[in-house]
């Protein structure tokens, strides 16, 4: 049982360039997140996903599309990279269920737009 | 909106010392409210948490208690060691929006010296 693993761990981008985030999760949640960290600042929440084929944004959707073609996935993609967008990236995934919905998160992806 | 408050840090202590991290919350209606560390390098996880008041949480020698009247949530260790040196974010979920995401403080950054 993996739980939460994001893909890459680490990468450069020049401005203006694209990439896609990856995140899957095996524990068969519904809700998924995408949250960015910036440095010295909490998590916030850039678009999430209530099930397969639902998405909708979060606080910082600006510069960001998601996709949820399957209840696993949940890829985030970054059209034209500006410098601002130089984060760490986390996924989480959820039950949605429960007082509690408690979140499992992935280890990250550390982004730097140059 | 939901907020959370947390004290600034980095907060240095040495081992065995006592350890609070003060934090406080604003939310309609009643949150769940949770404490999550991150360890160098690694991604977010579950601390504790607390889902009504006067719940305590309890985890690893840290424990925290809902207070709705004073919309707080401090997390406390009786006796710190090297290993708790990591940084710990306070957050919330309200279980009354679609989106049950969860909203975080900025993070207190604890460095334990031996």
């Known amino acids: 049982n993996a739980g939460v693993t994001q893909t890459p761990k680490f990468r450069i981008l020049k401005i203006g360039q694209s990439m896609t985030l990856q995140c899957t999760q095996d524990m068969n949640h519904n809700y998924m997140y995408w949250y960015r960290q910036d440095p010295g600042m909490g998590l916030k929440l850039i678009y999430y996903s209530v099930g397969a084929g639902i998405t909708d944004k979060g606080e910082v959707p600006n510069g960001y599309n998601v996709s949820r073609s399957t209840t696993e996935d949940f890829p985030l993609r970054l059209e034209l990279a500006a410098p601002s967008q130089t984060s760490v990236y986390f996924c989480?995934?959820?039950?949605?269920?429960?007082?509690?919905?408690?979140?499992?998160f992935g280890p990250g992806t550390r982004l730097t737009v140059l | 909106g939901d907020s959370v408050t947390q004290m600034e840090g980095p907060v240095t202590l040495s081992e065995e010392a006592c350890l609070t991290i003060n934090c406080t919350y604003t939310a309609t209606g009643y949150p769940s409210l949770f404490w999550y560390v991150q360890y160098p390098g690694e991604g977010l996880q579950l601390l504790l948490k607390?889902?009504?008041?006067?719940d305590k949480g309890s985890n690893k020698g840290f424990e925290a208690t809902y207070r709705k009247e004073t919309t707080s949530f401090h997390l406390e260790k009786g006796s710190v060691q090297v290993s708790d040196s990591a940084v710990y974010f306070c957050a919330l979920s309200r279980g009354d929006t679609g989106r049950r995401a969860l909203t975080f403080g900025s993070g207190t950054r604890l460095q334990v010296q031996p």
């Open positions: 607390a889902t009504k008041a006067d």
């Open positions: 989480a995934s959820s039950t949605g269920t429960g007082r509690d919905n408690e979140q499992f």
